[in-house]
């Protein structure tokens, strides 16, 4: 059981570059989610998604656009790499969310520096 | 943005010594979760607390639900160096916000 898979783990980046942080889970879960945490920091919200076709903004969406087309998959997009997006990425995933809150899966994590 | 202020930022203690710390919300929560994120690691989750009042114990740990659902705290008690990290509170309507974090580091 995979759980929760997210590629690259480490991504080095020049200013103004694009990519495309993977993220998958094989559980089925409907609720997806991408946190960035910075050097000794807490977890920061950026794009969340309640199921497969819709998708909306956290805490910290600015330079960032997700989809969300199929169940397994919660792609994360840096439109335009600045220093300040780096960060350590986490994706995570939970069956549901609402009164009965499910523990969050979490993938390791895409360490991602730019210069 | 974040609906929890949670307390110490940092913890040094001995190895044997106890440790608590605290998430405090202005407003009523209907659950809070709580995570240790081992250093390099990602958060994992360790227990949900639901009820007014509940008291949860994991061994070691022990986790509390304000009465009026509107702070926690996770103590644990005689530290080891395999509790070293950082303790996270789960909150928000959706349970989308963590709080800041409390790194426990334990001294041998």
């Known amino acids: 059981n995979a759980g929760v898979t997210q590629t690259p783990k480490f991504q080095v980046l020049k200013t103004g570059q694009s990519m495309t942080l993977q993220c998958a889970q094989d559980?089925?879960?409907?609720?997806m989610s991408w946190y960035r945490q910075d050097p000794g920091m807490g977890l920061r919200l950026i794009h969340y998604?309640?199921?497969?076709?819709?998708?909306d903004q956290g805490e910290v969406p600015n330079g960032y656009n997700v989809s969300r087309s199929t169940t397994e998959d919660f792609p994360l997009r840096l439109l335009s790499a600045a220093p300040s997006q780096t960060s350590v990425y986490f994706c995570?995933?939970?069956?549901?969310?609402?009164?009965?809150?499910?523990?969050?899966?979490f993938g390791d994590g895409t360490r991602l520096s730019i210069l | 943005g974040q609906q929890v202020m949670q307390i110490p930022q940092y913890q040094h203690v001995q190895e044997g010594e106890d440790f608590t710390t605290y998430c405090n919300s202005s407003?009523?929560?209907?659950?809070i979760q709580w995570y240790k994120q081992r250093p390099g690691g990602h958060p994992v989750f360790l227990i949900q607390?639901?009820?007014?009042?509940e008291v949860k114990k994991q061994k070691r740990l022990t986790f509390q639900f304000g009465e009026a659902k509107k702070n926690s705290s996770l103590h644990i008690t005689a530290t080891q160096t395999t509790d070293v990290g950082t303790y996270f509170c789960?909150?928000?309507?959706?349970?989308?916000?963590f709080g800041t974090g409390t790194r426990l580091t334990v001294i041998p």
């Open positions: 789960k909150t928000g309507a959706n349970n989308l916000f």
């Open positions: 995570a995933s939970t069956p549901r969310v609402g009164p009965s809150n499910q523990p969050q899966h």
């Open positions: 407003t009523t929560l209907s659950n």
């Open positions: 559980m089925n879960h409907e609720y």
């Open positions: 998604s309640v199921g497969a076709g819709i998708t």
């Open positions: 607390l639901v009820k007014s009042g």
